[in-house]
């Protein structure tokens, strides 16, 4: 199982700007997709952002424009760039990497935007 730590999460003014990052270790296989998901309270989990082992880059609509998706593969790592930020942005971000058909997620860190 992929080991995945996130960090960069916390609360910013509507308008700031924040960094995610996530290292992934305990890799057996290749990763293929690396990227990141978001859940807020009483919704399901959505996509927010994902690059391919390619780097082919898949982003939500909702965050087009203002969010960044960038990976470093020689150290395991996925960032995510977060600007203009928005309330309706305010979730538990998780990092999500498949590898080996498997599907690892990381623990969450929450982001918080206020108004």
């Known amino acids: 199982q992929v080991q995945l730590v996130e960090s960069g999460g916390g609360l910013v003014q509507a308008g700031g700007s924040l960094r995610l990052s996530c290292t992934a270790s305990?890799?057996?296989?290749?990763?293929?997709?690396m990227g990141w998901y978001r859940q807020a309270p009483g919704k399901q989990r959505e996509l927010v952002a994902k690059?391919?082992?390619?780097?082919?880059?898949t982003y939500a609509d909702s965050v087009k424009g203002r969010f960044t998706i960038s990976r470093d593969n020689p150290k395991n790592t996925v960032y995510l760039q977060m600007s203009n930020l928005k309330p309706e942005d305010s979730a538990v971000y998780y990092c999500?990497?498949?590898?080996?058909?498997?599907?690892?997620w990381g623990q969450g860190t929450q982001v918080t935007v206020s108004s």
């Open positions: 999500n990497a498949q590898s080996g058909g498997r599907n690892d």
């Open positions: 690059v391919t082992s390619g780097r082919t880059i």
């Open positions: 305990r890799i057996i296989f290749p990763i293929n997709d």
